[in-house]
């Protein structure tokens, strides 16, 4: 933080007032579920985007990212807040600004802010969605807003899918929004009703393993398997009474599934309805503390990902499949959106060094260079740090 007020002085030449922090993200299990209408069980983690920030006299914005150092600072006007592919990362809090201003006429003056974020480019742990949350706490402080969390939240999702592009679920910006340390969030995308779970594993701690390939969200077949979903949706609605997949029980699921003739369509919705059930038997297993079954559920997660709806490929498997074969590992699977990014591992604790050389080990052979590893505690929600007085 010393640093990137430091920088902040540099770029504008003046000190920052207001410091804040936006978390990342992990989901335990629930995968492409929250845009199904089913159930989530995300956790923030400590790794996140730091903010620090200015108000001006004028109506000039002005970011700057140390992550993307040769890009500079973009600037542009209150008054100007089109989307514009040149403003790159940018374009992700400048979303942000454009809705709050249209709400709170109140923000009628510009502002500075440096940002840097220590959560690895791409690895999907909900980077864009912790800049969003960043800069609209950030905002709503600088002008003294009192918004409400979720109306917050509901912004940051609003950036995404109509700003961005991307048509995504609500997920990641709540947990960002609504993150607490040392519990996870089984949260009903349905009705938003959530409850704070406490992530105590006793002897085994929750492995974060990159595949250290990019992914871009936006330009992957996200979009295309929430098409697949609401078509698979449409045709089991002429027997069934239901909003979303999220609704539908295995049961019922299996009973009609015979009315979805393409297999294709057929296989996502199996996934989206088998891995809502998993998420809640997950939450009863880490009330129950029942590690064992925790992590069988893991397991099956990835295989429902990787067979019915194709979201692996080689990076995640490999991840994946050989941390499970590791002693003392009780699961893992793919975490995010998936085609690269992140897998998690829930590994006892005596065990992350065995998990980290056999699983390099076989993803080297397999896939030609490294995987990278993280083991992070479980974080607060976006928050500001130190606000300054007298500014």
């Avoid at 590893?373 to 500001?384: E, K, P, Q, S």
Wanted: with cysteine; glycine share 8%.
């Amino acid at each position: 933080m010393s640093k990137l007020k430091q920088v902040f002085q540099s770029q504008f030449h003046k000190e920052p007032t207001l410091s804040a922090f936006a978390p990342g993200r992990i989901n335990l299990i629930g995968e492409h579920t929250d845009y199904n209408g089913g159930y989530v069980f995300p956790a923030a983690i400590e790794l996140g985007t730091y903010g620090v920030a200015r108000l001006r006299e004028d109506r000039q914005i002005n970011l700057y990212s140390l992550n993307f150092e040769k890009t500079g600072v973009i600037s542009f006007s209150l008054d100007n807040l089109d989307y514009n592919a040149d403003h790159q990362w940018a374009n992700y809090p400048k979303g942000m600004i454009r809705y709050l201003v249209e709400q709170y006429p109140e923000i009628n003056t510009g502002f500075d802010i440096a940002i840097e974020g220590n959560i690895p480019n791409g690895a999907s742990l909900s980077s864009s969605a912790s800049i969003e949350l960043l800069t609209g706490h950030i905002v709503t402080e600088l002008f003294h807003i009192d918004i409400d969390r979720l109306d917050l939240v509901k912004l940051g999702q609003r950036v995404e899918n109509q700003f961005i592009g991307v048509n995504s679920g609500i997920m990641d910006q709540f947990i960002v929004g609504f993150g607490k340390k040392d519990h996870a969030i089984l949260l009903d995308t349905n009705t938003l009703d959530y409850h704070y779970v406490p992530t105590e594993f006793g002897e085994y701690k929750i492995s974060i393993m990159n595949t250290n390939k990019r992914r871009e969200l936006a330009e992957s077949k996200y979009n295309e398997r929430r098409s697949e979903c609401e078509a698979a949706l449409a045709l089991l609605q002429k027997r069934l009474n239901v909003q979303t997949l999220g609704e539908i029980s295995v049961e019922a699921f299996e009973a009609n599934q015979d009315i979805i003739k393409d297999d294709v369509l057929l296989r996502r919705a199996k996934h989206a309805i088998t891995e809502n059930a998993r998420t809640k038997e997950a939450y009863d297993a880490l009330q129950k503390h029942d590690f064992e079954t925790f992590g069988q559920l893991l397991n099956a997660s990835h295989q429902s990902l990787k067979e019915d709806y194709e979201v692996t490929g080689i990076e995640l498997d490999t991840l994946a499949e050989s941390a499970q074969a590791v002693e003392g590992v009780l699961g893992a699977r793919m975490t995010g959106a998936g085609f690269a990014g992140c897998a998690i591992a829930l590994v006892h604790q005596d065990k992350i060094k065995d998990l980290e050389k056999q699983v390099t080990e076989k993803y080297v052979d397999t896939v030609g260079y490294a995987p990278s590893f993280y083991h992070v505690d479980i974080a607060d929600g976006v928050r500001t740090i130190t606000e300054l007085k007298g500014v």
